[in-house]
Nanobody, 121 residues
Framework: QVQLVESGGGLVQAGGSLRLSCAAV????????HGWYRQAPGKQRELVAT???????NYADSLKGRFTLSRDNAKNTVYLQMNSLKPEDTAVYYC???????????????WGQGTQVTVAS
């Protein structure tokens, strides 16, 4: 199994920056992608950014240029650098991995507990 340990949320003024971290712990050799989603009040959960095992990244179009996802392979950790934050970025941010229990088994989404990001105007 895999557990995700998130950190870095909080309150920031508009225009400020935050960095979120998510460490994958456990059976990390079977992870296909690692990244972040977010869910604002009354809205569906949406993609922020993910990075695959080959290093390719996928960003929500609306966040390109402000958010940057990076990965430390040795620590099985991804970092989401969020700059020029806006009040509409306020949401609970969830770490996610696509994980496979064993070769040939279905890929499964594993979620962190979520971390609150609040951007004050």
């Amino acid at each position: 199994q895999v557990q995700l340990v998130e950190s870095g949320g909080g309150l920031v003024q508009a225009g400020g920056s935050l960095r979120l971290s998510c460490a994958a712990v456990g059976s990390t050799t079977s992870i296909k992608s690692h990244g972040w989603y977010r869910q604002a009040p009354g809205k569906q959960r949406e993609l922020v950014a993910t990075i695959s095992t080959n290093g390719s990244t996928n960003y929500a179009d609306s966040l390109k240029g402000r958010f940057t996802l990076s990965r430390d392979n040795a620590k099985n950790t991804v970092y989401l650098q969020m700059n020029s934050l806006k009040p509409e970025d306020t949401a609970v941010y969830y770490c996610n991995v696509e994980w496979q229990r064993f070769k040939g088994s279905p890929w499964t989404d594993i979620w962190g507990q979520g971390t609150q990001v609040t951007v004050a105007s």
